[in-house]
């Protein structure tokens, strides 16, 4: 059974910046696509990006608008999220996922591991 393991969350203010790490057991994002998303309190989740072997890097347009990194370390084989400049409309809880696909994509039925989630707060 894949494991995936979130850590990082916090409370920042407006304008600050924090990194979310995600680790997964017994595969790599080099092989299989790893996506990140988020969910406020009464919204649906949504796709934040993903990393992955064949699109690398890829994030969704309507709210990232350069503010997030998504990079990967191989010997650790970690994930990361870097945000900046956060605003309060970023909190949520931040889920990371891994797919059973190549491609990294923005919907959460082609992600098959989910970790239990961090919170991130942002305040005003």
């Known amino acids: 059974q894949v494991q995936v393991v979130e850590s990082g969350g916090g409370l920042v203010q407006a304008g600050g910046s924090l990194r979310l790490s995600c680790t997964t057991s017994?595969?790599?994002?080099?092989?299989?696509?790893m996506g990140w998303f988020r969910q406020a309190p009464g919204k649906e989740r949504e796709f934040v990006g993903g990393l992955g072997p064949i699109t690398g890097a890829a994030y969704n347009s309507d709210f990232v608008k350069g503010r997030f990194t998504i990079s990967g370390d191989v010997a650790k084989n970690m994930v990361y999220l870097q945000m900046n400049s956060l605003e309060p409309g970023d909190t949520a809880v931040y889920y990371c996922a891994s797919s059973n696909n190549l491609g990294v994509y923005n919907t959460t039925t082609q992600y098959d591991y989910w970790g239990q989630g961090t919170q991130v707060t942002v305040s005003s």
């Open positions: 017994e595969r790599s994002f080099t092989t299989h696509a």
